[in-house]
Every structure is written in C-alpha cells, then in structure tokens.
C-alpha cells in the first residue's frame, strides 16, 4: 500500500462539542488513535483531557470547571457518565484516565445517554427499568437525587429541559413508523409518579422531529419538523396558544436550526444535496439576516458530528464541519449579535492529509421506474495504479435511513487515491431528499433499494467506467446491501466488502440488543408478523447465488449487529468452496472507531479489491 493512502487513513479528526462561558471550547480529538477531549483556550492552546481505553465525548457543565464525560468500554455502546474536573487553564497534568473521572451515573449493564445539560442537573436516558424501554431522568448535581419518568415503553430521540425547569420537551420515536418521532411536552410540576406526555405533534404522522430548543422565557419551543410536509421546516410552538408556526420553509430541501439561548436568532442549515450551507435568521420573524461562510464545501449536521453549540451570551457559537477539504474541523463564530460576523477555524485536519483529496461531482441516475437516484462521483486519482483506472467502487451508506454527505468519507478517498472512482449513491429510503423518498423501501419496499444498485451499475458505461470490474462496499445497512447485491444480482459485481453488515434480517432480529430489535422492526417488519418477509431478502437465504469474492470486518463486541451475522455468512460461502475472507477486530463494537485497527484493516480490503478489479494485462 502506497504512503499516501496510509497518509488518508492516519488523517486527525476533530470536532466541537460545547462552549464555556468564558470562552473556552471542549473538542473531541482522535489524535491519539480514538475520539477523545481537548480543551481549545482563546489562545488557541490545546490541553488533553482524557486517555481513556475508548471513544468518549463530553459537554461542559455549567458554572464549573468540569465536564461529564460519556464513555463505553471496546464499543459496546452500554454507556456511563461520569465527572472530569478540569484545571485552571494556566495548568498542566496528564490528560485523565478512567480512575481519574469521578462516577456519576454508572451501570454497566445498562446504557445512560446525556440529553440535556444545564447549571445543576441534567437529563438522560436509560433502558434499566426493563433494556428495552429508555425512560428519561432527571438528576440533581448537587444531591445525586433523580427523577426517573416512566412515561411510556417507547425509545426518546432527545430532550430539552425549559429554562424555568417546569417543561420538558421530548421527542419520542413511533413504534410502528421508521424514521418518524413526535414531540411531546411533561409538566414537571406534577407530582412524581403522575407525570403524563401532551402531544405537540401527532403521535401517528409519518414525521420527523428533531433539534428541540427552548426560548430564554420558557414560553416557546422550536424544532424541526416535516409534519405535513415532505421537507424539513422551522417550526415554533406557543404554549399558552398552544399553537405551532411555520417559521423558515425550503420546498426543495431539509432545514434544520439552532436556537440562540436568549431566543434572538435561529442558525439555520439548508441540506443541499448532503452539503451544509449557513444562515441566521430572525428567531421572530423567520426573516433571513445574513448568511454564514464555511472554509470550504462541508456538512456541519451528519451522524459523526455534534450539534452546534450556541455561547451562553448569544454571541458566538462553536460548530463542527467535515468535508473533502475538510476532513474534520472545529469552527468558532463570533459576532452573532452584530454586523461583525466572523468564522475561525480552530483545527487544521487537512494539514495530516498532505494531498489534494477527491471531490465530488453531483449526479442524478435513472432508475427503471423513471426516479433519479441522487449519487455523488469521486474520480480516481490519475497518478494511481493504471490496471485500476476505470474501476468502481460504489459505497453505500448506512441507516438505511441516513444520507451519504459531502463530508470526508475515509474509505471513499482511500479507494479513489488508490484508483477506483467510487460512486456514493443516495438510494431510496436515504434522508435528506424528501419523505416520499426515505419511505421508499420501508418493509415490504425493502428489494425496491436494491434495485437502485442495478440502475447505478447500468450507468457506469456513462461515466466512462467499466461495468466488469465494480464492486460494493458497506458498512451496517450498508453492509447488507453489498450481501443483497451479490447475492440478488450475482452477474453485476465483481467483489463485495461488508462492513459489520447484516446477512439475515431474522437472525439480526433475534439477536440483536432487545432495545435495538423494538427499534428497527419498525423499519424492516417483525419475527411475528413477517418472517418469511424477512427471509426472503436476506442474502443468507440466497447464499448459493452468491459468486463474488467477498471480505468481511466485523467488531467482537457490536451490540447493533452482532459479529454472528459476519460469521454465518463467512461459514456459509467458505463451507462451499467461495472466496470469503473475515477480519474481526476484539475491541470494536459497530465499526472501526480505533485508528490502528482502520490501519490494520483497510489497507487489507483496499488490496483485496485491487486483486479482483485489475484490469486483465494487455496482450502484446
């Protein structure tokens, strides 16, 4: 393997996760080979936090030198929080190991995810009434004492405690609809024991809700919501009316805000085509003030980075971005509350890329049934292997509902710097492109995504590409549609790389974490109403038809897909003489989050396609 595909796979990531009220930004930072944090003083210094095992993240508390810390153990997602209590910024010491933190909500049986923070409590959620149901809890920080709210078996997204403390805003997953949740209010003021939801949004629209913020008086509440409508909004809900306001509306793409803590201004972000472009807008009104530059194409808004953080004071705000000339950033906005408006990068994770990465050209591709599916092209670098050129790679993201972004995609620039123009498609059932199309390939629908890797394959020869030597690769859902694309279009790819992906919908469901199973049979159907269903489009049960080399990554301890889903497959194939070849890495749960395993084991599968990609050599 070339140096500068090992320079793409060693790049440093950062990400913003909260401001202090002097200023001060606690960062997440993979500099040591995991996700851990770091303090960024207005200087621009940079102090270790945390040594911890694993990946951790964290959020100031507020009025103190501290931070809750929320960590696992090897992956496993089972989630503590615990106390750092960080040094005088003129200090020095040893960034914290796990001995060091002081424990604040620890069972390691159960998961405790941080939803809300604020000066003196805070609100989580955890599943240790039952592992299924997460109830939210509220605890006092300087007692200890909690407030657990048994409000329904059902799973909350997120949380949002009013200034006043008398509200909280959740939003709580539908139990039979995927990608949907509703917003609800609890009054605290009700005696414990008898708290009770009233609905915002309705419990049974097909919708989304998500980004709760309150109003510095309590007396308002702003999300995001496509209730109603096919695209994400800005809505504002009035308690004493009891009304909901469209406040900032796209027709043609997803909005999501942030509000500013004395409820002025909205950070509004418009999703155009998986990049982020930033405005402000008037919190009143909706009215658009001015825009917000980013450095360079990004997205600000994906699964791997944290929301926004907004100062206390309303002037200035801390966000993460990545992108191809981005790969991972921490950015500070100043001047919020003025005409003075400026972006910083505090980061420079291009700096340990060292070359020009691949940048993405927007494509719409036919399907048979006439739709477009949206798919981002990355070129392969011209000063590459030559066998490679004319090769594909399509990678295909996970979810199912979740959406490939113009972010810094590690796998897609390794594979293009090795050769390969990679194609990374926005199939049905991705966000990001209207309801109609995340809804697409729900339950029955499920065959209807796989369909769109033909159509991509059948556009290859437009591209200029070679519809002989393309392969798939996945991780998660992703990692099912390259098992479903070997095995229900046998004589389209030539190799596969699946990356903790599911090969049996049924045994995935039987052996999933329980709280895991109750959330996504609302997308893929359930063991007691459609297990034939399920059956029928997993690639164990067509195993026979699958002919195409096949490499498998997989971590021991994956609560989501268990490493049995990667076993039974790699049995399956080998047991019939088939190339499948399986890396299992002892301390990763869902996906490759340690920088040395990424080192060990991509490196591996890029040789793998290599192998069965290469163009034959020209006759003389």
Not at 39 to 65: F, H, S, V
Not at 162 to 190: I, K, Y
Not at 238 to 262: F, I, K, S
Request: with cysteine; glycine share 8%.
């Amino acid at each position: 393997m070339g140096h500068d595909l090992t320079r793409i796979l060693d790049v440093r990531l950062y990400d913003a996760l909260d401001l202090d009220a002097d200023g001060r930004v606690l960062a997440g930072s993979d500099d040591t080979g995991s996700m851990q944090l770091i303090e960024i003083e207005l200087d621009g210094k940079i102090t270790p936090l945390t040594a911890l095992p694993g990946a951790c993240t964290g959020r100031y508390l507020p009025g103190q030198r501290a931070v809750i810390v929320s960590h696992d153990e090897g992956g496993n997602e089972l989630h503590q929080l615990s106390v750092l209590r960080l040094p005088e910024p003129s200090g020095s010491g040893e960034p914290a190991g796990l001995a060091d933190l002081e424990p604040l909500v620890r069972d390691p049986r159960y998961m405790h995810a941080l939803a809300d923070v604020q000066a003196g409590q805070i609100c989580y959620f955890t599943n240790r009434r039952n592992g299924v149901a997460f109830d939210p809890v509220i605890r006092q920080l300087a007692d200890g004492s909690e407030r657990q709210l048994v409000l329904a078996d059902a799973l909350f997204d997120e949380a949002a405690i009013s200034p006043d403390g008398r509200w909280l805003a959740l939003t709580v997953a539908s139990p039979v609809t995927a990608a949907a949740a509703h917003v609800v209010l609890v009054d605290l003021a009700a005696p414990a024991g008898q708290e009770r939801m009233t609905e915002v949004t309705p419990a049974d629209a097909p919708a989304r809700n998500e980004s709760l913020a309150w109003t510095a008086s309590g007396s308002a509440l702003y999300f995001a919501s496509n209730n109603d409508r096919e695209f994400l909004a800005i809505a504002r809900y009035d308690l004493a009316a009891g009304t909901l306001t469209w406040l900032v509306t796209d027709d043609d793409a997803d909005l999501t805000g942030w509000l500013a803590p004395d409820g002025s201004v909205l950070l509004v972000e418009r999703n155009d085509d998986g990049a982020s472009t930033l405005a402000l807008h008037d919190a009143s009104t909706g009215e658009r003030i001015r825009d917000l530059p980013l450095p360079s194409t990004g997205t600000i808004n994906d699964a791997r980075l944290p929301p926004p953080r907004w100062a206390s004071d309303s002037a200035s705000l801390v966000l993460s971005v990545s992108g191809a000339e981005l790969p991972g950033d921490a950015l500070l906005a100043t001047g919020l509350d003025s005409r003075g408006v400026a972006v910083r990068q505090l980061t420079h994770s291009f700096l340990a890329l060292g070359q020009s990465p691949a940048v993405p050209e927007q494509h719409r591709i036919p399907t048979a049934g006439a739709e477009l599916v949206p798919c981002l092209v990355y070129r392969g670098a011209s000063d590459a292997d030559p066998a490679l050129a004319g090769s594909t790679v399509l990678v295909v993201h996970g979810g199912p509902e979740g959406q490939a972004r113009q972010n810094f995609n590690t796998y897609v620039q390794v594979l293009a710097a090795a050769g390969h123009t990679v194609l990374v498609p926005n199939v049905r059932g991705s966000t990001g492109y209207g309801k109609s199309w995340y809804s697409a390939d729900d339950k029955h629908r499920r065959l209807d995504s796989v369909a769109d890797l033909a159509a991509l394959h059948a556009y290859l020869p437009k591209l200029g590409l070679d519809q002989e030597r393309a392969a798939l690769f996945g991780g998660s859902y992703g990692g099912y549609m390259v098992l479903a694309g070997l095995a229900f279009q046998p004589e389209l790819w030539a190799a596969g790389v699946d990356i903790v992906g599911i090969a049996s919908f049924v045994t995935f469901l039987e052996n999933t974490s329980a709280y895991r199973r109750a959330y996504r049979e609302r997308e893929y159907g359930t063991l007691a109403d459609d297990r034939e269903f399920l059956l029928s489009v997993s690639p164990l049960t067509r195993v026979d038809e699958i002919r195409a080399p096949l490499f498998l990554i997989h971590g021991a301890n994956d609560p989501r897909v268990p490493l049995t889903e990667a076993e039974q497959i790699h049995a399956a194939l080998t047991g019939r003489g088939r190339e499948c070849h399986l890396l299992v890495y002892d301390d990763e749960g869902h996906g490759l989050a340690k920088r040395a395993n990424r080192l060990d084991a991509v490196p591996k599968a890029v040789e793998f396609l290599a192998q069965h990609l290469a163009a034959p050599p020209v006759a003389l």
